[in-house]
């Protein structure tokens, strides 16, 4: 099964950019979601952002949409999240995950069930 793998956790200050990238190790992203979920301290696991390999429309929580982009580029089997105007609330571990929910339930993380080992992202005040 494909696993991923996240990288391009780091520390930013707040108002700044990241860009994280998830690859698919041991095999490719088709056929699968792929979404983002972070955890911060003390939190329960949040959704983030999701899509569909395949295409179609991108997903985004909340408190993240319209600074966060979800975008993939499939020749390198490689996932990524666009984040930008970081604030300190949105540090936290990202993790990556591949599922395949239906479209409803795109946002349960209770779908997905292979998971990389997470990155972290700090952002300072």
């Known amino acids: 099964q494909v696993q991923p793998v996240e990288s391009g956790g780091g520390l930013v200050q707040a108002g700044g950019s990241l860009r994280l990238s998830c690859a698919a190790s041991?095999?490719?992203?088709?056929?699968?979601?792929v979404a983002w979920f972070r955890q911060a301290p003390g939190k329960e696991r949040e959704f983030v952002a999701a899509m569909r390999w395949s295409g179609g429309n991108a997903y985004y929580g909340d408190s993240v949409k319209g600074r966060f982009t979800i975008s993939k580029a499939s020749a390198e089997h490689t996932l990524y999240l666009q984040m930008n105007s970081l604030k300190p609330e949105d540090t936290a571990v990202y993790y990556c995950a591949t599922g395949r929910p239906i479209i409803s339930a795109i946002r349960d993380e209770q779908m997905y069930y292979q998971w990389g080992q997470g990155t972290q992202v700090t952002v300072s005040s």
């Open positions: 041991g095999g490719a992203f088709n056929g699968y979601a």
